[in-house]
């Protein structure tokens, strides 16, 4: 896509939606972020973006919970969808909805679809043979049975081969059209590693999928019952993969489905979302997914999370750093830092402060004050009129004076033929980031975005404005030198700010704030509404640059340096 013409097709992201037996986690609010970034850096784009997330309720796990909580099934999914719905919003997360499962809406459209499957003969009732664990009430896998020889992983208690009547979505005849599919790249499914795990299970072959579970007695009034068999309930998987359908399938958004469709969830649910809910969709006539997005985990100072352990990072952490550092700083080292990839990564204080560090502190924060301490210091705070991003550029007379007035001081100049041209440079960027956006890179996107940072550093140490501005009086040409290279520096960073925006909204927001750069966003909104595409914001001296006149304001320092030796953020003990 070029840089200059925003993607007119509807971009519509999604997360898996989450169980509410308990309360978020690192992990939940993790696959939420990379959609947040994600949704925010194609709204930047000029997208028409919906990005959405919610709660899975009618699982079993939920009503036994709510049991042991004295709360009936609902009370206690409420609570649970109310702290996700909570920590969402701590985290700065632009979802345009969020659906809970339990919903009319959601629950009429799911008891459609299957009813549509039903008559077309594509669910149908059959027998099921499996290994069942009278000990947790559940059917086990082939592969887990033989794996904890029959016996209950649990408890250890003998398997029972069973037989039951169940509904069935007849996937075996959705094979060749997945393998077309995912081997074509029509439904992309990424990372890499990813796409050759599922084509290498499909070839395995594929067995019909249950859909539906029957009601036993002494279970919990809780699930969808299936249509036409008042004995059996909706198995829970088949109606919550519905969510992503559900809720865009009304006049207003259906525009979303026809648009660019993106699931994001980790690798532990990439079978549902690259198999059996593509078939689905493909039997009731609907297009596939265009991305299948499967990250990888989150783990604890080095060990697996689990409950048992009881080491999960819970959200009143994420808290704990927020307040300390800021929540963008956690949104950085999150996104940055996260499983993105096929690896997992670990959540451990010493690496937080060093990213913190690195990438905040000491450089975006830094050189966003050291830009804006000096348009304070040699030009009280004003972009002075004579001053345009042009100036010196690219013929490289700034440079040339800058050289001069380190020799005039008797300091060193670094390499005499280096040239900079920060606009060439900010251009290449962006497009580097809009391509790294297409493939969800957010990794790319985001260090192109602080590349930028990088080169405007270079490019102070290089031409030493400070050495420069001694000169003002006795050097031909220093004043327009100066103006130009403190102009280029900070043109760069509001385009850099712009790139991190989905990232560090608030952080950039107050950047944007201090620097008086009224004409990037609308000023209810300066959190995410952009008065233009990215194209338009991000060019070199358009319409939306650092003006003549513009104040500069210093403000208060983006992030202030952290100290490793002080200890790791703690949270309060729970009652
Ligand atoms: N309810 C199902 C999903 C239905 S989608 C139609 C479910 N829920 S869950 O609450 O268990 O959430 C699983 C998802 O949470 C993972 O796919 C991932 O997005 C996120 N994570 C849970 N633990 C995680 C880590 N340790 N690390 C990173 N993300 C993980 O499965």
Redesign the pocket.
């Known amino acids: 896509m070029p840089n200059d013409q925003a993607n007119q097709t509807p971009y519509y992201i999604t ?5 509410v037996n308990d309360r978020p ?4 609010c ?2 939420t972020l990379i959609a947040d970034v994600a949704a925010r850096a194609q709204r930047l784009v000029g997208r028409d973006v919906f990005f959405l997330t919610g709660t ?1 309720e009618h ?1 079993e796990k939920v009503s036994k919970t709510a049991a042991e909580n004295n709360k009936t099934p609902y009370e206690w999914a409420t609570i649970n969808a109310e702290r996700f719905k909570e920590a969402f919003a701590f985290m700065n997360f632009s979802n345009d909805d969020f659906v809970r499962t339990t919903e009319d809406r959601h629950i009429a459209k799911a008891i459609e679809y299957i009813n549509t499957l039903k008559d077309q003969g594509i669910i149908t009732l059959g027998d099921y043979e499996g290994w069942y664990d009278p000990s947790q009430e559940e059917y086990l896998t082939e592969m887990v049975a033989k794996e904890s020889d029959y016996k209950s992983p649990v408890t250890g208690r003998p398997l029972e081969k069973r037989v039951e009547q169940n509904w069935f979505f007849d996937l075996p005849r959705y094979e060749p059209w997945l393998k077309e599919q995912i081997e074509s790249g029509t439904i992309q499914v990424l990372p890499e590693a990813r796409k050759n795990e599922v084509l290498g299970r499909l070839k395995q072959g594929l067995r019909p999928v249950p859909v539906s579970r029957q009601i036993k007695e002494g279970d919990a009034d809780w699930g969808i019952t299936m249509p036409g068999d008042d004995s059996h309930r909706i198995y829970v ?1 088949i109606e ?2 519905c ?2 359908l559900t809720t865009v399938d009304n006049d207003e958004r259906s525009k979303y489905w026809q648009g660019e469709v993106v699931h ?3 690798k ?2 990439l079978w ?1 979302h690259a198999i059996i809910w593509p078939a689905m969709l493909h039997a009731l006539g609907k297009q596939p997914p265009n991305s299948v997005y499967a ?5 604890a100072e080095g060990t697996k ?1 689990s409950k048992s352990l009881g080491n999960f990072i819970e959200i009143d952490l994420l808290q704990a750093y927020a307040e300390k550092f800021s929540l963008d700083a956690v949104r950085w080292f999150l996104t940055t830092q996260g ?1 993105l990839g096929a690896n997992d990564a670990d959540f451990a204080h010493s690496r937080f402060i060093e990213v913190y560090n690195a990438d905040l502190a000491n450089s975006v924060g830094n050189s966003v004050s050291r830009v804006g301490n000096m348009v304070n210091k040699y030009f009280e705070g004003t972009i002075p009129a004579t001053c345009n991003g042009q100036f010196g550029f690219p013929d490289g007379s700034s440079l040339q004076t800058a050289r001069k007035a380190l020799e005039n001081a008797g300091k060193p100049v670094d390499d005499p033929d280096r040239t900079f041209d920060l606009a060439k440079f900010c251009s290449e960027a962006t497009d580097k980031y809009l391509d790294a956006l297409s493939n969800m890179d957010l990794e790319t996107a985001l260090d192109t975005a602080r590349s930028i940072v990088r080169e405007v550093d270079e490019f102070i140490s290089y031409s030493a404005p400070f050495t420069l501005a001694k000169q003002l009086e006795t050097l031909d040409d220093a004043p327009h030198a100066l103006q130009s290279i403190l102009y280029s520096c900070a043109e760069a960073l509001r385009i850099a700010s712009l790139l991190l925006s989905p990232a560090m909204p608030q952080k950039m927001a107050q950047l944007w704030t201090t620097w008086n750069c009224t004409h990037l966003t609308d000023p209810s909104d300066p959190n995410s509404s952009f008065l233009a595409p990215l194209a338009q914001l991000a060019q070199w001296n358009g319409p939306h640059s650092i003006k003549i006149g513009q104040t500069i304001t210093k403000g208060d320092a983006l992030f202030m340096r952290a100290d490793a030796k002080e200890p790791p953020p703690e949270t309060a003990p729970r009652v």
């Open positions: 997360t898996p939606i989450y169980y986690h690192i992990g939940h993790y696959t899975d699982a998987w919550a993969l969510n992503y994001l969830m980790a532990d649910i549902f990250h990888a985990y989150w783990i999370m499983p």
